[in-house]
């Protein structure tokens, strides 16, 4: 079946701009999640969403970022104003309830000139 | 400190041989537990849970040692497709907050 997609897969903005990055995750999945991956280094958690309960937003780096998961399904990560240390990959990972491993979309690239 | 460390390696290994991976966590609230892949330029995918009693799928074993706060993973055989980044990962309590350890990468070369 399908499986986790993410849009765009590469993303160049200036520096100021806004951007926002889609997920689809594995239909009848419903926790999500999303992180980010500098260059070099490991995941790191932003994100958390669980059916419809709010999220858990404890990895998000700065007032700039947000998300949203829309009935429960696709979600959007928003970066305002962006700055150059935002240049990473995003990823996204899907998980079905009551099972532990997370499916991960192939990311999306954002480079912040 | 990291919560979760590795070795970054790299390790360079020959085929056949066998190569084990070290990591340590130090929230001693997790509950979960995973070895995952990493090829480059791709998305992880799991190659393992890791429980107390260990656990073995074909030439891979991973242990936990919840006492010292450290897994292994231990790949014998080493073959040329076993190149890529292995990523040690801790679900904290909870059972979301989801923490990764930078990597190590692994070369096997013929």
């Known amino acids: 079946g399908a499986g986790v997609s993410q849009s765009p897969s590469n993303k160049v903005t200036e520096k100021g701009k806004d951007v926002e990055l889609r997920c689809d995750p594995i239909s009848g999945h419903t926790a999500l999640y999303w992180y980010r991956q500098s260059l070099g280094q490991g995941l790191e958690f932003l994100i958390y969403f669980q059916g419809n309960s709010a999220p858990d937003k404890s990895g998000l780096p700065s007032d700039r970022f947000s998300a949203e998961r829309t009935g429960g399904s696709v979600s959007t990560l928003t970066i305002q104003r962006t700055q150059q240390e935002d240049s990473a990959v995003y990823l996204c990972?899907?998980?079905?309830?009551?099972?532990?491993?997370?499916?991960f979309g192939p990311g999306t690239r954002l480079l912040v000139l | 400190r990291k919560e979760v460390e590795q070795d970054p390696g790299p390790f360079n290994v020959p085929e056949g041989a066998t190569v084990a991976f070290n990591c340590t966590y130090s929230n001693s609230a997790s509950q979960s537990f995973f070895w995952y892949r990493q090829d480059c330029r791709k998305e992880p995918k799991l190659l393992m849970s890791?429980?107390?009693s260990g656990n073995e799928d074909g030439r891979f074993t991973a242990q936990l040692n919840r006492a010292s706060q450290y897994i292994s993973l231990l790949i014998r055989d080493s073959k040329l497709s076993d190149s890529a980044t292995y990523l040690c990962?801790?679900?904290?309590?909870?059972?979301?907050?989801?923490?990764f350890g930078a990597g190590t990468r692994l070369f096997v070369k013929a």
């Open positions: 990962v801790v679900v904290l309590t909870g059972g979301f907050k989801t923490i």
């Open positions: 890791v429980y107390s």
């Open positions: 990972a899907s998980q079905r309830g009551g099972q532990e491993t997370q499916y």
